[in-house]
């Protein structure tokens, strides 16, 4: 066969991330690329094609690359042919493709992708096709020129179509102090700057390609490797993974991402070297060090995506996750919450509840014509009570000025009454929206699971806790277990994450001393271990150990236990620090959140008042109509307390007629308003007796503010019971 002299070249190799990164460099350069991941593949297009060109991967599926270009030239084709290898080729194999297979180029992997499309364009047959040229030629001379103009034109190109690069920036930056150079020679180097940038883009496109499949391929490599620690005999599942890793060490350091490379590289070497016989010891050394290498990798991966523009992560921080209730002609107008936040879309009142009651979000924009409906109230109320998340804010969106909206938007108080933490314009400040939804979200991430995760290896931990957030958890890392129990009451978790193998102190010995603690004797503790066995459960359970979580982590499974137990202790939690009747926090659960929320606004210089509300006449209702009738009374209270108020309002049944509010950064004169808001709705409720007769009932309220009736939370409590004492009384005597 002879050298075909088309614009297409084959390549067979059996990764196709690799396959990926020659085709967008070469496709790029006008070529059309055939891909084949095995020899097989490979016969059957070179039967129906002469491409001017073929590369070959040493290690393929059905026959090594050597072998199978030797059998092509024993057939007479003489298409010029490119090796590539993960291995360094010794110099008896280099004179062998060299000398007597007429190889025209070795490269080894990781290549670099100028210097790969250099050395492509040197062995090429030139034959009747060209590559294609720039919109300049390569070589111009001065007199050429319209001195200045064209560099300036050429300079200008270059800024417009590649605006985000930094290469393209430092360069052009560069170039602008160069003025005292001949222009021949700097539209030369714009020349081989565009041919930079174009390889440049190219990689970018195919890397962000790469590493969405590398996600999936790197949790199928964690899989392989626990599969061979559970059974170190499993001969198979370590020749998956030494093809595996050495496909990544390459084709990952072709697109520059070294970190994982090199990750890969370490774990082919550990996996080729190691022992199923070794001793329990040294097994659980090494299972470790694969873990922390597994660990770097997922964590160089994560940051890569993010990097590089790869779409299956969103961003470092956690997203926030929001629903629009408006029309079409507003939610058109959204563009600039769509684009920070991840925005559904509801244009009713039924789909919204329907909606809040399936999902989780962190917050709901209200716009139009829902901002102006009368029965705002009234909606607002519905969904504070069909949320999941009881901390859910709710978000005024509207360019209609507040005096030519309904009733209930004229009111700042009222705003508030219904729930609403702020009113926004349809088309804010991106600094401003930025800074809400950063303030929204920090606030639902309070509400999110808590999760601490202990090790003393600081690699460990990070690798968890940011796995953890971006599923939304708010986690915190221990790198001194010494330190538990204070870190226990600080941050108060649902879940812990505990390393088992710690020097000094162990996670087993960690999980006792958090077990005699009776505040955390039902706390959900998680052991991480290389001992996933019978005998490794055993020691997890004795210690106090909830479950186990076997070692190499599987990300699913990470998340999926930790989700499965944060629920399981907020059940446990809500049977003591809620109340059954109202589902309003306890008076023990109010003084734990509110004792702290109280000592945070003083020490930034914020208000926190406090507001007890008695029912009015409640023995009287009781006496008089029943007790299922006033009963009746606490339950529509409780919940319309529930449905009323921002999230950060912390809610309570203080006593049998008495419940309690908390107000952050409000004043006695604010919080007042909001509570005869309150009054004035509750007394408009028409209760029925067991023998049908109607009944209202009012309602009292009293308050103390911090600093200024004390700065203990005991005295804010006196003097907030003083206050409804005396307002009581006031009332009776009138």
């Not at 969405?212 to 001969?235: H, M």
């Not at 978000?395 to 108080?413: E, G, Y």
């Not at 006196?718 to 009581?728: F, G, S, T």
């Amino acid at each position: 066969m002879e050298p075909g002299s088309s614009g297409e070249i084959l390549i067979v190799d059996d990764d196709q991330g690799f396959r990926a990164f020659v085709s967008a460099l070469l496709g790029r350069r006008g070529f059309k690329v055939w891909e084949a991941r095995s020899v097989r593949d490979g016969e059957q297009i070179l039967a129906a094609s002469k491409p001017r060109l073929i590369i070959v991967d040493y290690k393929l599926p059905d026959l090594d690359g050597v072998t199978w270009i030797g059998k092509l030239r024993d057939g007479g084709n003489q298409t010029p042919i490119a090796f590539i290898s993960g291995h360094w080729c010794d110099r008896n194999t280099f004179n062998w493709l060299r000398n007597i297979l007429k190889v025209s180029l070795v490269l080894q992997k990781p290549v670099l992708p100028e210097v790969f499309v250099e050395m492509i364009d040197s062995i090429l047959p030139q034959a009747d096709y060209k590559a294609p040229q720039s919109e300049y030629p390569d070589q111009v001379t001065s007199q050429t020129l319209n001195r200045g103009s064209m560099i300036d034109i050429e300079c200008e190109n270059i800024r417009q179509e590649y605006p985000n690069s930094e290469l393209a920036k430092a360069e052009l930056d560069r170039l602008g102090n160069l003025e005292s150079q001949p222009e021949a020679v700097l539209f030369n180097k714009l020349t081989q700057l565009r041919k930079v940038l174009e390889v440049e883009e190219t990689i970018n496109v195919a890397r962000a390609n790469y590493l969405l499949e590398l996600a999936v391929t790197w949790g199928e490599l964690t899989s392989l490797l626990r599969s061979i620690k559970d059974e170190p005999r499993a001969a198979r599942g370590v020749e998956d993974v030494l093809a595996i890793t050495h496909r990544i060490k390459g084709t990952a350091g072709s697109y520059q991402l070294v970190t994982i490379a090199k990750c890969s590289e370490r774990l082919e070497n550990i996996t080729r070297a190691y022992d199923p016989n070794a001793s329990e010891t040294e097994s659980e050394i090494i299972w470790s060090e694969v873990f922390r290498i597994l660990a770097d990798g997922e964590l160089a991966l994560i940051e890569s995506q993010q990097k590089y523009g790869a779409h299956a992560v969103e961003g470092e921080r956690y997203k926030a996750q929001l629903l629009a209730v408006a029309d079409q002609e507003t939610v058109a107008k959204l563009g600039a919450f769509q684009a920070i936040s991840v925005l559904s879309i509801s244009s009713s009142h039924a789909s919204t509840l329907t909606a809040l009651s399936r999902s989780r979000f962190d917050a709901v924009l209200v716009g139009e014509p829902f901002a102006s409906d009368p029965d705002l109230l009234s909606f607002c109320r519905d969904m504070r009570l069909a949320a999941s998340n009881p901390a859910m804010p709710l978000l005024m969106v509207s360019d209609l000025q507040l005096q030519d909206q309904s009733a209930c938007s004229i009111n700042p108080a009222k705003i508030s009454y219904a729930g609403f933490s702020e009113v926004l314009p349809l088309e804010p400040p991106l600094e401003e929206l930025t800074e809400t939804i950063n303030e929204i979200t920090a606030l639902s991430l309070k509400s999110k699971p808590r999760v601490l995760v202990v090790d003393d290896d600081s690699a460990l931990t990070d690798f968890v806790s940011r796995i953890l957030n971006l599923e939304g958890f708010n986690t915190e890392t221990l790198n001194e277990p010494i330190r538990i129990i204070e870190t226990l009451e600080r941050c108060q978790p649902e879940v812990v994450v505990l390393d088992v193998i710690m020097p000094g102190l162990s996670g087993y010995d960690v999980c006792r001393e958090i077990r005699n603690h009776e505040q955390w004797r039902n706390l959900a503790v998680l052991f991480l271990t290389a001992k996933s066995n019978q005998e490794g459960r055993a020691l997890a359970f004795r210690a106090g150990g909830d479950d186990l979580i076997a070692k190499p982590v599987l990300k699913e499974e990470l998340i999926a236990r930790v989700t499965s137990y944060a629920e399981r202790t907020r059940l446990r939690r809500d049977q003591v620090n809620r109340d059954q009747v109202t589902q309003l926090l306890s008076r023990e659960g109010f003084v734990l959140e509110a004792e702290p929320c109280m000592n945070e606004c003083m020490s930034i210089d914020l208000p926190f008042t406090m507001a007890l509300v008695s029912v009015d006449g409640f023995d009287q209702v009781d006496r008089t109509f029943g007790m299922g009738a006033a009963e009746g009374v606490i339950r529509a209270l409780g919940a319309l307390i529930r449905g009323r108020f921002e999230p950060a309002v912390i809610k309570a049944r203080w006593a049998e007629r008495v419940f309690v509010l908390g107000f952050p950064d409000l004043n006695v004169e604010q919080a007042s308003e909001l509570m005869a808001l309150l009054g004035q709705e509750f007394s408009e409720i028409e209760f029925t007796s067991d023998d049908e007769s109607a009944f209202s009932v009012s309602l009292t309220a009293g308050f103390a503010s911090a600093p200024e009736s004390g700065v203990q939370f005991s005295q804010i409590r006196d003097h907030c019971a003083q206050d409804l004492i005396a307002r009581m009384r006031e009332k009776v005597t009138q």
